[in-house]
């Protein structure tokens, strides 16, 4: 199982990223996957989850703002994030529950 993010940077409190996690060494569409972010100093905290069906599920501190989204046929896990805070700093990790992480991307809200 590899797994790894991209599309983290610096964006000023309101802006938007989208991540992006390629996904590899198993059959991406028969598993649940979720984005989980690590803010400095603190624990980590799940973000978002989606169901091999497309079902999704956010944290109340992102619903509204961020979208999870998943393509099978390219093996890749999103996340849209808007209207971002700087309370969303963090390392962001997609995972494939419950032991598979990536390397994570740094998501830093700074004006």
């Known amino acids: 199982v590899l797994l790894v993010e991209s599309g983290g940077g610096l964006v000023q409190p309101g802006g938007s990223l989208r991540l992006s996690c390629a996904a590899s060494g198993f059959s991406f569409s028969d598993y649940s996957m979720n984005w989980v972010r690590q803010a400095p100093g603190k624990g980590p905290e799940w973000v978002s989850g989606?169901?091999?069906?497309?079902?999704?599920y956010y944290a109340d501190s992102v619903k509204g703002r961020f979208t999870i989204s998943r393509d099978n046929a390219k093996n890749t896990l999103y996340l849209q994030m808007n209207t971002l805070k700087p309370d969303d700093t963090a390392l962001y990790f997609c995972?494939?529950?419950?032991?598979?992480w990536g390397q994570g991307t740094q998501i830093t809200v700074s004006s």
């Open positions: 989606i169901q091999s069906d497309g079902t999704t």
């Open positions: 995972s494939r529950p419950p032991k598979f």
